[in-house]
């Protein structure tokens, strides 16, 4: 079964870049999508089809595609954008979740 | 506007079968392209697909659990249903149903509050 992996855990000062990464076997053949997730809270698509910000998603969150890594990237990170986030692709019309990366921004 | 949420057990013991359905409101699954799909949580821990309906019936289910697994819609009263059998502790997590649009990359754009679901006896 096809699957994606994320670190456990990325840490970032207010105001620079974060980067997640997502890997997997030719994961750049693929449409990757990626979800933020607050303590408690539902999750939210903030990134699909690799680069596309969904209505209301600010534009800080942005996403790229290729070879076997897609990477969420935060720019200006805030401190409203710790959470937990995780990236999802499409194999063969079921859906794969990466095991999420929690968000520290300290 | 989109909106989904899930109801059912919040508790069910080992061995039985959990009935979850989903009520939305905002789109049809009339319409062409549309999807409702089941993803679920187990405390502390990451998030898993678990099946998808399309508006045409068309059906989707993780291959780990499909023999478990079965999705349904009723398109007269906007409510998607699963039903997962044998139910054992390690079922235990909240699950959620969420809107998608079919093929292209679409993820799952609305989600509903979640229902959290306890296994024990």
């Known amino acids: 079964s096809y699957e994606l992996t994320q670190p456990p855990s990325v840490s970032v000062s207010p105001g620079q870049t974060a980067s997640i990464t997502c890997s997997g076997d030719k994961l750049g053949d693929k449409y990757a999508c990626w979800y933020q997730q607050k303590p408690g809270q539902s999750p939210v698509l903030v990134i699909y089809?690799?680069?596309k910000r969904p209505s209301g998603i600010p534009e800080r969150f942005s996403g790229s595609n290729s070879g076997n890594t897609a990477t969420l990237t935060i720019s200006g990170t805030q401190a409203m954008d710790e959470a937990e986030y995780y990236c999802?692709?499409?194999?063969?019309?079921?859906?794969?979740f990466g095991g999420g990366t929690k968000l520290t921004v300290l | 506007q989109i909106t989904l949420k899930e109801s059912g057990p919040t508790l069910v013991k080992p061995t039985q079968t959990l009935t979850l359905t989903c009520t939305f409101s905002g789109f049809s699954l009339r319409t062409s392209g549309v999807g409702v799909g089941w993803i679920r949580q187990p405390p502390g821990k990451a998030l898993e697909w678990l099946a998808l309906?399309?508006?045409?019936?068309?059906?989707w289910y993780r291959p780990s659990l499909k023999s478990r697994l079965t999705i349904t819609k009723d398109t007269s009263k906007n409510q998607v249903v699963l039903t997962m059998t044998n139910m054992d502790p390690v079922d235990t997590g909240t699950y959620y149903c969420a809107h998608r649009l079919s093929g292209g990359g679409w993820g799952f754009d609305y989600w509903g509050q979640g229902t959290l679901v306890t296994v024990s006896s």
């Open positions: 089809q690799d680069t």
């Open positions: 999802q692709a499409w194999d063969s019309n079921t859906a794969v």
């Open positions: 309906i399309y508006w045409d019936d068309d059906k």
